[in-house]
């Protein structure tokens, strides 16, 4: 094994050190996921005509398509990736035999695949740690081989993808409303809380949606991704890749941006292709998405080098949600569907996409605060450390 572990000087720092970009990024990407979720309550998902809509929100709606629609999904997955590649380096560097890190990694994505089905079942349909999960299960064992291997399988996932992403897009645009893609790849209509049918529409949609993510949008791809990006230790001092990171930053927005315009125009009705030529352009969205990701992930370590020498109050607060983000992505979550969803609260059905925007935003700075002074406190969180004991039999140690 010898061959792809790194040397000693290019390992992971002690535990006790935290790693700034890693934890900034993960802060900033829940407020883009709660911002991504709140959108299906108001029926403005990913391909939803707003056309009639008032101004406000035909501009939150085209904005949303341009910087949130499959960007936060992308940039959330690449880190999950580089945590995981992170993890094991860290192991190996322990002494920890291969098979023990096997072991403990096919336990942590069965638990995120039960995690995942329960938020699933109990919130949000469209939820995205099953969909984690089962990479973990499939394609795990890239953590294990030569860097070469890893490189030679995301180009075989780019090529996979290049075909699948654009045949399900067209294929949904084809299909009209009822199959109609959603932001961040949620169910286009949420099940409610009132009906057997609505429990049964949950029940029945948890084996599908992984699968659907696994197939419809580039997972396997964004985790192998961040295998690499892992590897290379991009995150682990961004100073040192500071120009990579700046091509990856300005190529990866800028495409992104580009090929998410024509489906913002759509959105907005400024724009009305044919069904298939419509898909297409969803397709092309879906796909620019995979580079938006990297290039959000990379323009969020590029700010924490100024940061990480004068720290304050807000990134702080930023690193310590960061830090919790599998607690606050449930917790947004909840809150969110609490606040928007019809058969609760139901504030989704007097606001649009405008005010689902500044729903999560309010959601997500709410956990700011709480994420701050749990900081502060020295208290870990909750299902961080729930999730530790499942895996491990103890608490978790400190992550990147």
Do not use: C
């Not at 795990?140 to 090529?159: K, N």
């Not at 024509?262 to 009305?272: E, N, Q, R």
């Not at 607690?327 to 569907?337: E, K, R």
Request: glycine share 12%; hydrophobic share 50%.
């Amino acid at each position: 094994m010898s061959d792809h572990r790194p040397p000693p000087s290019t390992l992971s720092p002690p535990a006790s050190t935290r790693l700034l970009a890693p934890d900034l990024s993960r802060g900033v990407m829940l407020l883009l996921i709660a911002m991504a979720y709140a959108g299906v309550y108001v029926g403005a998902s990913f391909g939803t005509d707003v056309s009639a809509q008032p101004m406000l929100d035909r501009a939150a709606a085209f904005a949303t398509t341009l910087l949130l629609d499959n960007r936060s999904f992308p940039m959330f997955a690449i880190l999950f990736g580089y945590g995981l590649a992170w993890s094991v380096s860290r192991r190996r560097e322990r002494g920890v035999p291969d098979g023990d890190i096997r072991r403990r990694n096919r336990r942590r994505g069965l638990f995120l695949l039960l995690f995942g089905a329960l938020h699933a079942f109990l919130v949000f349909p469209g939820e995205i740690l099953t969909s984690y999960g089962l990479a973990l299960l499939l394609i795990g064992g890239l953590l294990f081989a030569p860097v070469r291997t890893v490189r030679r399988a995301v180009v075989v996932f780019a090529g996979a993808y290049l075909v699948l992403v654009p045949l399900f897009a067209v294929v949904t645009a084809v299909g009209g409303e009822e199959f109609a893609p959603t932001d961040d790849a949620a169910g286009s209509v949420l099940p409610g809380y009132v009906t057997f049918v609505d429990w049964f529409t949950r029940l029945a949609g948890l084996p599908i949606t992984p699968i659907f993510l696994a197939l419809a949008y580039p997972l396997f791809l964004l985790v192998a991704l961040g295998f690499l990006a892992g590897r290379a230790r991009l995150l682990d001092d961004p100073a040192a890749h500071r120009s990579l990171l700046t091509a990856i930053t300005v190529g990866g927005v800028t495409i992104s941006v580009s090929g998410a315009l024509p489906s913002g125009l759509i959105a907005v009705g400024a724009m009305s292709p044919d069904p298939v030529t419509e898909g297409l352009l969803n397709g092309l969205q879906i796909l620019t998405g995979v580079v938006g990701g990297a290039g959000y992930a990379a323009l969020f370590a590029l700010v924490s080098v100024p940061l990480e020498r004068r720290r304050g109050v807000l990134v702080d607060a930023l690193a310590a949600i960061g830090k919790r983000s599998l607690t606050f992505y449930l917790l947004n979550s909840v809150l969110v569907a609490l606040i928007l969803h019809p058969d609760l609260l139901g504030l989704g059905t007097r606001f649009g996409p405008f005010g689902a925007l500044i729903t999560a935003a309010l959601v997500w700075g709410a956990g700011l605060v709480v994420a701050a002074w749990m900081e502060r406190t020295g208290r870990p969180g909750p299902l961080e450390q729930m999730m530790g004991r499942l895996v491990d039999g103890k608490q978790p140690a400190e992550r990147s």
